[in-house]
């Protein structure tokens, strides 16, 4: 596998992983259904990984930036954004494992009060938590996308291609194009009333 191919695989596993989390973490990953007293009924809210773990779409947000930092830097600057990513991806990784973790009962009755209400809810019933599993273990897999490029980037990123030298000034250009002048900017000279055989642009 070539340079190129390696970093349009990373960037592009590195844009999987945080646009992944980010949406995943819009999901319901939690269900909870807080009793009250008949004739009341249950109290059902259903808990998106963006509440429960915050954390995760704020990484899948700067997993994203990593994109364009790593199109920004190059060098060593490069390989210090691949270590960030690696770092994110094992906060994302962390958060997801939390996320599997039903919610404690105190949370629970916090969490039901905030979404509806916590009126008439039966103190001496706790609620019941259902766990979703499989969007943080998407996040997870999201995770694993992020680190595999961030150690990617890590090694071999201050190897690969830099943006801005597609954008090269047209002066830094020609400095490094063949120094021999073509005939078009001699007549040039000549019209100018230069001499051409002198400096470029000196007088006659």
Do not use: K
Request: glycine content about 12%; overall charge positive; some cysteine.
């Amino acid at each position: 596998m070539n340079d190129r191919t390696r970093f349009g695989a990373a960037l592009g596993l590195v844009v999987l992983g945080g646009a992944g989390a980010l949406l995943t973490s819009g999901r319901a990953w939690q269900t909870v259904t807080a009793p009250r007293p008949r004739p009341f009924a249950d109290q059902v809210v259903d808990v998106s990984g963006r509440t429960l773990e915050p954390a995760v779409a704020a990484l899948g947000v700067v997993a994203l930036a990593g994109v364009v930092a790593v199109l920004a830097t190059r060098g060593i600057a490069r390989r210090v954004v691949g270590a960030l990513l690696v770092a994110t991806a094992v906060g994302l990784a962390w958060a997801a494992v939390a996320g599997m973790q039903a919610v404690s009962a105190a949370r629970a009755r916090s969490l039901v009060s905030d979404a509806r209400t916590g009126a008439g809810l039966d103190p001496t019933r706790p609620p019941g938590v259902t766990i979703h599993a499989e969007w943080p273990a998407l996040v997870l897999v999201c995770a694993l996308f992020v680190l595999l490029a961030g150690l990617a980037i890590t090694a071999w990123g201050h190897r690969w291609i830099a943006l801005s030298g597609r954008y090269e000034a047209p002066a830094a250009a020609r400095s490094s194009a063949d120094p021999e002048r073509s005939p078009a900017s001699l007549w040039s000279d000549l019209d100018r009333g230069h001499d051409p055989t002198g400096e470029p642009g000196g007088p006659s």
